[in-house]
């Protein structure tokens, strides 16, 4: 069933989405070479509970860290641990909020330097994709508006579309209804209204579409070991398109 958020509900939701643009603000300079995964986590889950929210992946179907953070092949779902970044590294941070009960979902992927041409194309493509994604939200359109204008965008630059992962509805749940693929298929295709709150996610390979899971449950890598990237917003759909609730500088 997809929620149609009233207006107490998005002024929740936009106060969550504002405090996980702040983290975002601190995570991504912090993102340097020799800090390790598991304490960008530890700053992450310290600011979220010391501005009153609790980390809405913390404990998800037994999920262990406040972050997701995927790096190079990897795609989503990396576990935070004693991995260090490296120089060149394509580091995917994705990051949920839960502010009294309202959700936040944003994701972004931090190229540190020397940025090589492969992973800043990659990075910028997949921007693009969001951005795109985003202009096609309007009252009246369908789910498979977002998700064409993704897969149309990376198909055209060569890169491979995740499909066994997807955006989701957010804001009284971590993830709702509707989903919102990064493709066409011939799943749900509901019209978009006002009120409606979505998770964006463009999921982009550098090589093929095919993605496989790895042995710990959780993290999910290119089956071809190529790069990947991934930018998340929560957006509404509002009465004259779309506000985007998060934001990232990356």
């Known amino acids: 069933m997809i929620r149609i958020k009233n207006q107490v509900q998005i002024q929740g939701i936009r106060k969550s989405c504002e405090l996980l643009s702040e983290l975002f603000e601190e995570l991504g300079p912090a993102v340097v070479p020799g800090i390790s995964t598991g304490e960008l986590d530890a700053l992450a889950r310290k600011f979220i509970e010391s501005r009153g929210g609790k980390p809405a992946f913390l404990g998800y179907y037994d999920y262990p860290a406040s972050l997701c953070i995927s790096i190079n092949e990897e795609v989503i779902h990396g576990i935070p641990g004693s991995r260090t970044v490296k120089p060149g590294d394509l580091v995917g941070i994705d990051c949920g909020i839960d502010l009294g009960g309202y959700f936040s979902d944003a994701a972004m992927s931090v190229a540190v330097p020397p940025v090589s041409p492969e992973t800043e194309r990659l990075s910028r493509v997949t921007r693009e994709c969001l951005s795109l ?83 710990d449950g959780w993290t999910v890598v290119t089956e071809d070991g190529s790069l990947s990237a991934h930018f998340e917003h929560t957006v509404l759909v509002t009465a004259s398109g779309a506000e985007v609730l998060t934001r990232w500088d990356a």
């Open 133 to 215: 994604a985003i202009a096609a939200v309007r009252p009246g359109a369908r789910i498979h508006d977002i998700s064409r204008a993704v897969f149309e965008h990376a198909k055209a630059a060569g890169y491979g579309v995740v499909r066994q992962y997807c955006g989701h509805g957010v804001g009284l749940a971590v993830h709702e209804d509707p989903q919102v693929p990064n493709y066409v298929g011939g799943g749900p295709n509901p019209r978009l209204a006002p009120g409606m709150v979505l998770a964006i996610e463009p999921m982009i390979n550098a090589g093929g579409d095919a993605v496989v899971d790895l042995e």
